[in-house]
């Protein structure tokens, strides 16, 4: 991997030239409209960069945009890529290396996630405070020679606390209604029985997804803080669980995504 890492680092910096970003940016499912807000200054097709994977998905872009945010140097991914696209862990988390190389200080990640918790609404937000892990496979497994991280990364608080409490804080200014809670990963593409809804609740999760984790854990194992938040898309329910499709979270998804955006805004103009 540190070949490979090498060799797309230098591709980039070629791209790129002196532009040195300070944060990372995932965007998921439906919800690549911040791009809109980044004064572009380079953009890089997934497809030209080497090692990268591109998005299978119609809907997610895979570019590579670099620009300013509010003051802020932004590199962020338009499309994600999820493990079951049928890319292994290493893939899939080889962005966030790549980005970590590159310069930035701060991992800023988005969803589009099923509400587990009975309070919560299709279309409100949830900050990520905490994770279950119910992926099958482990972006650390096995040993690279990377030299990013200690082998055995700690995860007593994979989401930063600061960013965390002060999102939360531009949420309740700007009237959003937005809950702090637990995320759990499945590996996908199908959605969840109602048995496995129940148990997923169960466990202590209040919203479901299938990414995000992946990125989190080399992020943490890189020290690189993070913050997170899910827009949720569908209400997952299992006493009164109705089927859902794919075009209809994406529906949500850009129904919330204004409210997203401008939490995440606030967030990056505020943060040191």
């Known amino acids: 991997m540190s070949q490979n890492l090498r060799l ?13 970003p300070e944060i990372g940016i995932i965007l998921g499912t439906g919800l690549e409209g ?12 997934y497809a030209d960069i080497p090692d990268f994977c591109i998005s299978t ?32 862990m290493k893939q899939i988390t080889f962005p966030v290396r790549v980005m970590k190389i590159l310069g930035i200080t701060k991992l800023f990640v988005s969803n589009a996630s099923g509400a587990l918790n009975p309070s919560y609404r299709n ?15 482990n ?4 040993r690279d020679a990377d030299d990013l991280g200690p082998q055995f990364p700690d995860m007593s608080q994979p989401y930063d606390l600061d960013m965390i409490n002060l999102g939360m804080d531009i949420a309740k200014k700007n009237n959003i209604t937005c809950h702090k809670g637990v ?30 984790v992946p990125e989190v854990i080399v992020a943490n194992y890189m ?26 979270i994406i529906a949500v998804a850009k129904e919330a995504e204004p409210r997203m955006t401008l939490l995440l805004k606030e967030l990056i103009t505020a943060i040191k």
């Open 223 to 248: 020290s690189l803080p993070v913050f997170a938040i899910a827009v949720l898309t569908d209400e997952c329910f299992p006493d009164k669980l109705k089927a859902v499709s794919v075009e209809e």
């Open 139 to 142: 972006p650390l497994r096995g």
């Open 123 to 137: 279309g409100d937000l949830m900050i990520i405070e905490d994770h279950i892990n119910m992926q099958h496979d």
């Open 8 to 20: 797309t680092t230098e591709y980039i910096k070629h791209k790129i030239g002196d532009f040195e």
């Open 57 to 88: 998905l119609g809907f997610h872009t895979g570019e590579l945009i670099f620009g300013t945010l509010n003051g802020k140097r932004i590199v962020a991914m338009k499309g994600r890529l999820h493990y079951y696209e049928g890319y292994d």
């Open 183 to 212: 995320y759990v990963s499945v590996s996908g593409p199908n959605l969840e029985t109602k048995a496995e809804y129940r148990f997923l609740r169960t466990i202590g999760a209040d919203a479901v997804g299938m990414s995000t």
């Open 34 to 45: 911040l791009v809109n807000d980044i004064d572009i200054e380079h953009t890089l097709t």
